[in-house]
């Protein structure tokens, strides 16, 4: 009989821990090659099993902490000078070890695309991705995530160092900033690119402001209890949009095979109108497929040959068909669409185009220029915009909120982490044993300053933007805890045709003031890009006068830059019979027009009657002379009040642009539009 092997098994399980331990681990959003800010403290978190006491080391700094019971723990070490590279390391039941860790200036990037876009997408990007580089200049792009609730941590992504092939996909603005920075100061730079396209204001603030904002509090307090929820009421509300929108033209159990017919099977279905994204035509937030369906009349003279087919732009993907042959295809919301057309192919009377459109995200449809929406026949070109059909074939809602969906969706999920785990406690001392996840440092990860490019997603409630811009950025003070956080930003830069602005009116001049309104908090800077837009493009690609703009802001603030970098200043103006004359301020020795010799343009006068006339302008030292035969008693000026300000001219002897103004105080045409309003 053989020996039971009981015994041996008991004294094996005597010597198991009771449960496996936590790997000890840091949040994500440190990393090697991380930039951690300089002369203040550092404060570090993450996760471990349990009761346990680990000890933190960084560049001769040292902590000792015990894990919460929720298995959090969180340290502050003393602060350390700009310099490195060091090694931080976490000590416990295991070790984690961080090496080629620098200490310098740590700058939050945030906003919408113009923050977001990426170098190689830029006029300098091809050079500057093949150049040497400065390697202690350092990029983390934090993952795009909405989120219902506060997240304690970010999305997994590295820390990437500057160097060839690999600065392509930092954002343009701050690299050209953090370059100029590192020029001037010699300190490493780490850059945390926490910006989202189209992005919406309101999706930036905390959610305990939101609830003290009545115009944002409803939607807040309407939220489900999580995402998961939040996904599955997102996709029944879809539905029901789409419903209403198509009537009678269901979702289910639909064959869109003979969709791409030449025939009349569309007469049914509603109307789209390009170049306009779905979202702004009754299908907000609609991600998914829409086919989009146009009858061309041709004469025998216009269908004869070959053709070419131009649709601008396409948000996200098409599959395009004439006459019920597929033509083409390609995806990329940026990329023009064109399709040769063999002869044969057209007809004389009708003819259709069908093109099946996929959106990923963001904007749906077409988009662009519409000069560029057009059939190009052997008899001259046939005009594509205006009203086509339309119908949706299928859905994608997605799992997750998107940032836009409620108010503080992306606060939630890429700046509530930065701060760590939410918890409350007082305030941990370095070296020293600690509380673990029972306590809570205020302020969370340090940063030297904010830049922030935002406001094309609010232009359609550009007078409420003031306040709320305002109410952010002394929220986000609270959140780093620094009163003076400096906080530079971009006001939007000339967009839409110059043929269709309005003289003193538009949603973007009153946007670019509410930005402005800004400029009243202390430690602020705007810089102004009325001079670098492209009117048929949102995204201009010269980032790097952009990017300069706002470090000689950062200069200027930092006691680094003797004269300020905002541009010349509205000081007061005086009505003179039939003139009206302009006093400025930091006109850096001068006022002038932006090339030599050309007339000063941008200027607009208005009589008691409000209607504004082009002015004809003088500069005359720190001063502007405006006139005009039309407004015989001037009232009131305003300066590059017109959705695309590009033929506005007048800078200062720094060449910075002067910003948009006016004089008067008449309400805008924005007031009274809100959130949910």
Same mark, same amino acid.
């Given at each position: 009989m053989k020996k039971s092997a009981l015994p041996l098994l008991l004294a094996l399980l005597a010597v198991l821990p009771a449960k496996a331990p936590a790997e000890v681990r840091l949040s994500p959003v440190f990393g090697e090659h991380m930039v951690l800010q300089r002369d203040r403290p550092l404060r570090l978190w993450g996760t471990a099993t349990p009761g346990q006491t680990l000890t933190v080391a960084l560049g001769g700094r040292q902590a000792r902490v015990r894990v919460g019971a929720d298995g959090r723990w969180r340290v502050q070490l003393a602060p350390l000078p700009a310099g490195g590279p060091h090694r931080l390391r976490v000590i416990g039941d295991q070790t984690v070890e961080l090496r080629d860790v620098l200490i310098g200036d740590v700058w939050l990037l945030g906003g919408q695309s113009n923050m977001e876009w990426v170098l190689a997408e830029t006029d300098t990007g091809a050079l500057e991705n093949t150049t040497p580089q400065n390697p202690q200049l350092r990029h983390l792009r934090v993952p795009h995530r909405a989120s219902v609730r506060p997240e304690a941590e970010i999305a997994p992504a590295p820390w990437v160092v500057a160097e060839p092939g690999k600065v392509g996909q930092f954002s343009a603005i701050g690299y050209h900033f953090a370059r100029q920075m590192q020029a001037v100061q010699g300190v490493p730079i780490g850059l945390i690119n926490t910006a989202w396209g189209g992005s919406m204001l309101e999706t930036w603030v905390r959610r305990d402001a939101a609830l003290q904002d009545p115009d944002l509090a409803p939607a807040?307090?309407?939220?489900?209890?999580?995402?998961?929820?939040?996904?599955?009421?997102?996709?029944?509300?879809?539905?029901?949009?789409?419903g209403a929108w198509q009537p009678g033209l269901p979702l289910e159990g639909i064959d869109p095979g003979g969709w791409s017919a030449a025939a009349d099977i569309d007469t049914s279905w509603p109307t789209l109108q390009a170049l306009h994204e779905w979202e702004g035509q009754g299908l907000p937030n609609l991600d998914g497929v829409v086919w989009m369906r146009k009858r061309v009349e041709l004469t025998p003279a216009q269908a004869a040959g070959a053709a070419e087919l131009h649709l601008a732009k396409v948000d996200d993907c098409d599959e395009t068909w004439v006459n019920g042959q597929r033509v083409g295809g390609q995806c990329g919301w940026e990329q023009p669409r064109r399709y040769a057309l063999p002869?044969?192919?057209?007809?004389?009377?009708?003819?259709?185009?069908?093109?099946?459109v996929t959106d990923t995200g963001g904007g749906g449809g077409f988009h662009g220029d519409a000069a560029s929406m057009r059939l190009d026949t052997a008899a001259g070109a046939v005009p594509l915009t205006g009203a086509w059909r339309a119908r949706v074939e299928q859905i994608a809602a997605p799992a997750q909120p998107s940032a836009n969906d409620a108010p503080a969706l992306a606060h939630n999920g890429l700046i509530a982490p930065l701060h760590g785990p939410r918890r409350a406690g007082p305030p941990q001392a370095a070296d020293a044993p600690s509380g673990g996840s029972d306590q809570r440092e205020h302020g969370g990860l340090s940063v030297r300053g904010v830049l922030w490019y935002q406001g094309e997603a609010n232009a359609g409630r550009a007078a409420a933007y003031a306040d709320g811009f305002k109410r952010l950025i002394q929220d986000w003070r609270g959140q780093?805890?620094?009163?003076?956080?400096?906080?530079?930003?971009?006001?939007?830069?000339?967009?839409?045709?110059?043929?269709?602005?309005?003289?003193?009116a538009g949603g973007w001049p009153e946007l670019r003031e509410s930005q402005a309104a800004a400029l009243a908090l202390p430690h602020t800077g705007m810089a102004t890009a009325i001079d670098v837009g492209d009117e048929v493009d949102i995204h201009p690609r010269d980032k790097r006068t952009v990017g300069h703009r706002l470090a000689a802001l950062a200069l200027h603030e930092l006691g680094l830059r003797a004269a300020p970098a905002g541009g010349p200043r509205l000081l007061g103006h005086e009505v003179s019979g039939s003139a009206l004359r302009l006093r400025f301020g930091d006109t850096a020795g001068g006022l002038r027009t932006a090339r030599a010799g050309e007339p000063v343009s941008g200027f607009y006068l208005a009589g008691a009657d409000r209607r504004w006339q082009p002015a004809q302008a003088r500069l005359d030292g720190d001063r502007i002379v405006l006139s005009s035969p039309a407004v015989p008693a001037p009232?009131?000026?305003?300066?590059?009040?017109?959705?695309?300000? $590009?033929?506005?001219?007048?800078?200062?002897?720094?060449?910075?642009?002067?910003?948009?103004?006016?004089?008067?105080?008449?309400?805008?045409? $924005?007031?009274?539009?809100?959130y949910a309003r």
């Open positions: 807040v307090r309407a939220l489900p209890a999580d995402n998961a929820a939040f996904g599955a009421a997102l996709r029944e509300h879809l539905r029901g949009r789409v002869a044969g192919l057209l007809r004389a009377g009708a003819n259709w185009i069908a093109v099946r780093f805890g620094d009163a003076k956080l400096p906080f530079f930003f971009v006001q939007l830069a000339a967009f839409l045709r110059l043929a269709d602005n309005v003289p003193g009232v009131a000026a305003r300066y590059a009040w017109v959705n695309n300000p $590009s033929e506005a001219n007048v800078v200062g002897g720094d060449g910075l642009p002067l910003p948009p103004l006016r004089t008067d105080d008449w309400p805008l045409e $924005s007031a009274g539009r809100r």
